[in-house]
Structure formats: C-alpha cells, structure tokens
C-alpha cells in the first residue's frame, strides 16, 4: 500500500532517510475473540499508565496482540493453570518454536480458560510503534508523509492472520481520520553531496526511502549520477512507483535502473544476480567516490547484496577476501556505504 499522511499544523518535519514511527490500534474483531475465549467482559476496567480505562480499550489501544512472546505463554499458563503450557515455557527452544509462527489469540484458542484481567494484561507486552522508512521528500511534497507498506496475511492454523500495524493502515485507518505518528530521525541513512554519485539497493518496500532520495535530488538540482537496483516477484504486480520511476529515468534524475522478478521466469533472479552482472561498472563507481545504499530484509537480501559487492570487489578490483571486507569497512566508516535493514 501507498499511504499519504498530511502532517498540516503538526510541526512536524522530516529528511530523506528517516523514518515515521506509527502508533496503532488493534483490530476490534480480535479483541472481542479475545475477551470470549478467557470468559472476561470488555466494559470492566483496568489501569493502564495511571487511567482506569475499559478493558477493551486497554487491549485496543495499549498492549501487544500480534507478537508473541515467550513471557506471555509461561505467565498465560501459570494463571489459567495450564500444565502443558506451564511445562513448555520452562524449555527454551521448545518455546522458540511454539511462539515461531503464532500471534496471542493462537495461544488462546489452544488453550482458552478463565483468567483475572490484571492477570492477563500482566502477562502482555505493552503496545510499541512500528517504524517505516519515509518514502517521500518534504520539498516535493511539502506537508505531507508517504509510506510504502507491505500488509502482512497470511494463514495458519486453520485461520487468516494479519500483521498489526500493517493490516491498521491498509483495512482500519479510514480515509481522512486521524493517526499518531513521530519522526525517527536517522542520521547514519544520509545523502551523500549533490555532485556524488549514488547507488541505491531497494528490492521491495526497501524502495521507500529512494523514491524520497530520488524526489529530493530531482528538487535540489542535483547533478551526482543515481543508479537503483529494484526487484520483487511480478513485473505486472509488483513494480512499485514504475511510472514515477520511468519519469526520472526519463528526465535524467535517475541514470540507471536494474530490474529483478523473481518469478517471472524459470530460475528465480534477484537483485544481487543484477549486481554481479554489473559488477565492472559498480566497482568503478565505487572507486570514483559514489555511495552505497542497502534498504529491505535484513535477513537475508542485505547479506546477499553485501557478499555480492564482496565478489565484485575482489573480482574487478583484484582484491583478496580480506581486502575487499576492508575496502567496505572503509566506505562504511566515510559513511559512504549505510544500510537501512529490517
């Protein structure tokens, strides 16, 4: 999803490369599940940060639904007297892969029982923001916020799952209401001068803070060269901003754009197969000063990219294993190679 938030009379401002923390309420629905499931009426009140509010509201507004912790399901178990669960939280790993692929609600479906509600809020984790990479530049768009937002579903255990603060953006927030938000500032994802170049690694909703990036350098006049790695599974799908990023191709703002779907042919390509390709003219850019942009999953794109960039190191540049590692520790301590990794 493409999201725009109007930031109007909010004081608040913002630079390429940082974030939006976004505060979210729970889905109703799973509240309302919840509550039957432990036999726990939503109007009764408890304290949350000093305030007696309805119980509802507290599970609403104020505590974790979506992330399950290993805490929840040994306190979930010793109030409601659950042997197996009591059993299970008193072993690590057998816990780690319990709580792998379950939200709070698959605990209690499993397990439902009669619990105090200080017993149950006790045993959850107080709701904390999500943080988005900002994928707009103020200049362009003045008072106003954009986020690109990848909304989590998917099915397990016989049941549709969604991710919290995603599925608030994508199905709850009502068009023209109103959302907390705050800026995470982040000063180690910086554009570089306007007269360096740059090279931008953004396989899917990593391409948020490029198109910023990119909008900012189109306003600034910049005249440093911008190169984007993109990928995601589908051409017809899933190119995000394809048109505003065919306009700065055409316009010169952005040189060069590499493309990788992933499943639009047999054998699956990626962005770091694209790096390698283009290897030689990598390195050179590298060499001729330009700067090292990685955004997206920290899992496993992020270490895939960077071995990429190793391989074209000691390959083009005819450097050993060791040197190439120092070669990008030298451009990450110049801040000239940040990553913006989740």
């Keep these: 999803r493409h999201i725009e938030i109007s930031l109007e009379d909010s ?30 009426d939503g109007d009764q009140t408890v304290e949350v940060n000093g305030e007696q509010v309805s ?11 979506t992330q399950l912790h290993p805490g929840f399901v040994s306190a979930y178990g010793a109030a409601t007297e659950q042997a197996e669960l009591v059993t299970l939280s008193e072993d690590k790993s057998a816990v780690r892969e319990f709580i792998e692929n379950r939200q709070v609600i698959d605990v209690v479906r499993q397990y439902p029982a009669g619990i105090e509600a200080s ?16 994928a707009s530049a103020m200049n362009e768009v003045e008072d106003e916020v954009h986020l690109t937002v990848a909304v989590v579903e998917y099915d397990i255990f016989d ?19 109103e959302v907390r938000v705050f800026v995470e500032h982040n000063d180690n994802f910086r554009l570089p001068a306007g007269d360096k170049q740059v090279i931008m690694v953004g396989p899917g909703t990593g391409i948020a803070p490029f198109r910023s990036f990119l909008q900012q350098r189109d306003n600034d006049g910049s005249t440093g060269e911008n190169w984007l ?27 060069r754009i590499d493309l990788a779907f992933s499943r639009d042919q047999e054998h699956k390509i ?21 700067s090292l942009y990685i955004c997206g999953d920290g899992n496993q794109m992020a270490k895939d990219v960077h071995q990429a960039f190793i391989d074209l190191i000691i390959e083009h540049g005819e450097k050993t294993e060791q040197q190439a590692q120092e070669y990008l520790i030298t451009l990450r301590d110049s801040k000239r190679y940040q990553k913006d990794v989740y």
């Design 55 to 65: 119980l509802s509201k507290a599970l609403i507004e104020s505590y974790e639904l």
């Design 11 to 40: 004081g608040i401002s913002y630079q390429p490369g940082d974030a939006l923390g976004v505060w979210f309420d729970n889905d109703a629905a799973l509240v309302s599940e919840l509550l039957s499931l432990v036999s726990l």
């Design 159 to 177: 049941s549709k799952h969604q991710g919290a603060a995603s599925s608030f953006l994508a199905h709850r927030l009502e068009e023209d209401s």
């Design 119 to 134: 017993a149950l809020i006790g045993a959850l984790r107080k709701l904390t923001p999500r943080l988005y990479s900002i």
């Design 270 to 290: 990626y962005v770091q197969h694209k790096i390698k390709e283009q290897g030689k003219e990598l390195y050179q850019w590298l060499e001729n000063g330009a």
């Design 229 to 255: 790695f993109f990928g995601n599974q589908h051409f017809t799908d899933d190119f995000l901003y394809q048109t505003e990023l065919q306009d700065f191709k055409d316009r010169g703002v952005l040189n």
